[in-house]
């Protein structure tokens, strides 16, 4: 599969010519100015260069090199329920004196936040490069320009092999001994055989001394606009989205890596919501408990639409089939033989689904009660009556690994379901043990280290109530013992419950806020790469990984900030801010880092309209709504 283009060669000389800082017609440029104190821009600088800047938005994502000027690697696409390899042959083949436009030593890079526009620039031979990508955030169109300013030299467009002609508006030399005309390619081109018929355009300028050269490539059938005009709409998307943020008054990295976390998934959301959306071929673009446990209950307050046709989308299928461990992009169950056993799945499916009847956000309620129902039926059929209660054996934990009897989250997850409608069954489910008493993670624990974090999901996410004290001694046993080379958002977890320990107050509050913050900078400190691409693990750079972005979130919003997502009939904790749907209600009980004076949510989405959740340091809590 590949990427094909009309036939085009154009040679551009341009000698003995002085260098120019910038064209007339480059975009609007990020910051660049080298302060500090912008949060909106992410920068990279290297002695050669190396690694890569993956954009992508919810249905297509490219990997481009830094300090190159053109993608060479696969790209993505999600058409009809699966995750497309595309070969990632984009645009023009650009030369300066026969050598690629490709940064040798030092380069600049430069990822602005508020527009979703990559920036390299480098020296090469005697001129200046710089490549501008855009992906648009909404629509399946990408834009690449490239700007060379050349004090001598050849400079050379053609396009890339195996390129095939399918239909030409226009093409003519460039005229080398003036300022050109535009040279225009505008052809169809089809991705996949004939299934994805697209349009790729090609401009070429000459501007006192700069050659710009821009290619674009529209993945949906409309007309591959310009530049400019592609650009002006994307920074139109991303204004409106950035209405909503989080805003804190503290260390400006912090406030960086919050708005960097927050444009990834504001980037990749889609109703599938894969760990990786479609910047990634890892887990194929299918589905796991990410979705209902890390990501939603932030694009809840962030993203409605994007909540809203990601809990439809699970409703819907697993209101005709019980939800896998791993779940295609189509609802069916493509669980490997060696997680099958995994039905924690079921537990959260439920418990994101009760979250979203309350929060306004499935379109058929009655395709999340008929799912509900089938969950609540398979824990039923599979929970075991012996002398120790109702027992669930032989199960996949959220830690993976071998299978276990009673692992403590599903057991957890196993009561909350049936305590509906069957609470005197859900009282005899058993809670495994340690032998001091304490929570184990399940039967025969053995206490030596985890991959991720598993037995404490049970005091965050799933709020289960312990006595202060065995909950403390619960995290002083298993907080420390998850792998350091194990997945980025064990210690969001980590980091939460630690603020919701400082958040009570009393004796020892200022120690768990400071242990929250520690536990929150180390969620994303080691994973969040210098442009903003969130790997899985501290090891590797492949990104980018929503789940981790979205644990990271989850500790601003849930743990800091302290907002809590209260069902009928649990006493307050904190003050109410917002009544729901159904008796739900929102509650707050801020605890904020000791750097922190303040953090602000602006326009986070509750039932359809935007607040502003204001916490400060002193505990204080506001909501306004707005508009």
């Known amino acids: 599969m590949r990427f094909v283009w009309g036939a085009l060669a154009v040679a551009a000389v341009c000698a003995a010519c002085a260098r ?94 508020r527009d979703g526009t990559w920036r390299s620039r480098w020296e090469q031979a005697s001129g200046t490069v710089t490549v501008t990508w855009l992906l648009h955030p909404t629509k399946e169109h990408i834009a690449r320009r490239i700007e060379v300013t050349a004090g001598r030299g050849a400079l050379r467009v053609q396009t890339p092999p195996r390129a095939q002609v399918k239909r030409l508006a226009w093409v003519s030399d460039l005229d080398r001994s003036q300022d050109a005309p535009t040279v225009s390619l505008r052809s169809t081109v089809l991705v996949d055989g004939a299934e994805t018929p697209s349009e790729a355009a090609m401009d070429i300028r000459v501007t006192g001394r700069t050659v710009v050269v821009e290619d674009l490539i529209a993945f949906d059938g409309a007309p591959a606009v310009s530049f400019d005009a592609l650009h002006a709409e994307a920074s139109g998307v991303w204004e409106a989205r950035w209405r909503t943020d989080i805003e804190i008054e503290g260390p ?53 639409e994007v909540a809203r046709a990601a809990s439809d989308w699970r409703a819907r299928t697993a209101s005709e089939r019980l939800p896998g461990w791993e779940t295609g992009a189509d609802g069916s169950d493509v669980t490997p033989p060696s997680h099958r056993a995994a039905i924690h799945i079921w537990g959260w499916v439920h418990w994101w689904l009760e979250r979203a009847l309350a929060l306004g956000l499935l379109s058929n309620p009655e395709d999340a ?24 054996r032989g199960v996949i934990p959220p830690d993976e690994g071998r299978p ?70 619960m995290f002083g046993r298993y907080a420390d013992l998850t792998s350091a080379n194990g997945p980025a958002m064990s210690d969001s977890i ?69 907002l809590r997502l209260l069902p009928p009939g649990v006493e307050a904790d904190g003050e109410t801010l917002v009544e729901l749907i159904g008796g739900w209600r929102l509650a707050a009980r801020p605890a904020l880092p000791p750097s922190w004076r303040s953090v602000t949510l602006r326009g986070v989405w509750l039932l359809g309209r935007r607040y502003t959740i204001q916490a400060t340091q002193g505990g204080e809590v506001s909501v306004a709504p707005e508009g």
């Open 20 to 113: 120019q800082e910038a064209a007339t017609t480059s975009p609007p440029a990020a910051v660049d100015s080298g302060d500090m104190g912008d949060t909106w821009t992410l920068r990279t600088t290297a002695a050669r260069a190396e690694g890569e800047r993956r954009l992508f938005n919810g249905t297509v994502g490219v990997r481009i090199p830094q300090g190159h000027a053109d993608a060479r690697k696969e790209a993505l696409l999600l058409r009809q329920n699966r995750l497309l390899r595309l070969e990632a042959s984009f645009g023009s083949l650009v030369t300066l004196d026969g050598q690629p436009l490709a940064a040798n030593g030092r380069f600049e890079g430069t990822f602005d936040l």
């Open 369 to 392: 009660r008929l799912a509900m129902a089938r969950v609540e039926e398979a824990f039923l059929h599979r929970a075991q009556r012996t002398e120790r209660g109702l027992e669930i």
């Open 404 to 473: 276990r009897d009673n692992d403590l989250v599903t057991n957890l997850l196993a009561r909350r379901v049936l305590s509906r409608r069957h609470p005197e069954l859900a009282a005899d489910i058993v809670v495994p043990r340690a032998d001091d008493g304490l929570p184990a993670s399940w039967d025969g624990d053995h206490l030596k280290g985890y991959q991720q974090a598993s037995a404490l999901l049970a005091l965050y996410p799933l709020d289960w109530q312990l006595p202060r004290h065995e909950a403390e001694a």
């Open 252 to 304: 400006i990295e912090d406030q960086r890596a919050i708005r960097a976390c927050l444009f990834q998934l504001f980037a990749g959301g889609n109703a599938k919501l894969p760990p990786f959306g479609s910047s990634n071929t890892k887990y194929g673009g299918h589905r796991f408990w990410d979705a209902e446990a890390w990501m939603l209950p932030v694009y809840a307050l962030i993203q409605p």
């Open 494 to 562: 980590h980091a939460t419950i630690a603020a919701r320990f400082a958040s009570v107050g009393g004796e020892g509050s200022a120690a768990w806020s400071r242990r929250a913050y520690e536990l929150w900078r180390e969620s994303w400190l080691p994973f969040l790469g210098p442009v903003g691409g969130f790997s899985e693990r501290r090891q590797t750079r492949e990104t980018s990984f929503l789940t981790g972005a979205a644990g990271c979130l989850q500790t601003v919003i849930y743990g800091f900030a302290g």
